[in-house]
């Protein structure tokens, strides 16, 4: 179960929140590969708007998933797509970059 925080300022939280049922479809999409099929409503995804920042750019995703070897191997590509898709889908979202963090995941979902 990925989870993305999204943080921006206040001025683009409206146009953010118009695009998050369809970037979580995104994300879900970038993030499936042939040993794990995701559903959108396996993504968890916030926006977070710190009181003190310094970021880097106007709008900054980090997205934390489980290690599968074929994110590996496409890891820069789907942050590149996910980068791509919030600025086209959401221009006021400015200046964007999006991390993606593999590793081992637990959980305490039961499946």
Sequence with gaps: MP???IYTSHERITDLEKILPELRKFTAQELS???????????SL?????????QITDTELEIKAY????????QDDICLSI????????PNAGSVYVWLQLSELGH????
Excluded at 83 to 90: A, L
Excluded at 108 to 111: K, L, R
């Design 3 to 5: 989870s993305v925080n």
């Design 67 to 74: 290690s599968y070897p074929e994110r590996v191997k496409k």
């Design 46 to 54: 916030r926006v977070l708007v710190p009181e003190i920042d310094l």
């Design 33 to 43: 590969c042939r040993d794990r099929k995701l559903r959108s409503d396996g993504i």
């Design 83 to 90: 980068k791509n898709y919030v600025q086209k889908e959401c």
């Design 108 to 111: 305490s979902a039961e499946e």
